[in-house]
């Protein structure tokens, strides 16, 4: 082959690599919310028993706020007000351990709401949320919120630009 037929193949990779990139994108600002909850809600079923252990551990314990991320060694989390705490139950270091290796990213509770997070950039974050006592979940920059298939269950996005622009 010779070196013009090498980079007009290169150019063309990289027109093709372009495209490509670019009806994702567009895809994906067109259908965000449809393709994201369907494998969202398909992940929350399987591995809903891990889910549902932890949330009844952080229904149950006696802190407002608790947090937990992958990035963590699986069994702190932090609880405002108190620092660290060390979850002491196995079970639910191993439901955790499921779940992140599941493709979720933060556990949480903030009042009355439990959340698992599977997506986020720096902006927007997504995944299910558990409404322990209200009708509203209580999340920082929430802009979308659709029942799933189990009672009090919700999928959910924040996305801090868009509900920057709804509440100025």
């Known amino acids: 082959m010779s070196i013009t037929n090498k980079i007009h193949l290169i150019i063309a990779l990289a027109v093709i690599s372009v495209i490509i990139t670019g009806v994702m994108v567009f895809l994906h600002s067109v259908l965000p919310t449809s393709l994201s909850q369907k494998a969202t809600e398909k992940d929350f079923l399987k ?7 932890i949330t009844n551990y952080l229904i149950n314990s006696e802190y407002e706020y608790m947090y937990i991320n992958r ?7 932090f609880a405002s007000g108190y620092g660290d705490i060390i979850v002491g139950d196995i079970q639910v270091i191993e439901a955790m351990d499921v ?3 599941n ?32 009708d509203e979940p209580d999340i920082q920059y929430l802009t979308y919120l659709k029942p799933l298939s189990k009672p009090n269950w919700y999928y959910y996005e924040e996305d801090y630009n868009v509900w920057r622009k709804l509440n100025q």
């Not at 990035?71 to 989390?77: I, V």
């Open 103 to 134: 493709g979720y990213s933060v556990i949480a509770k903030h009042n009355n709401t439990s959340y698992f997070q599977r997506s986020s950039t720096l902006d927007f974050g997504s995944g299910v949320a558990y409404l322990i006592d209200s």
């Open 99 to 101: 779940l992140f290796k």
């Open 47 to 53: 591995t809903f028993d891990s889910i549902l252990i």
């Open 71 to 77: 990035s963590g060694d699986g069994k702190t989390m």
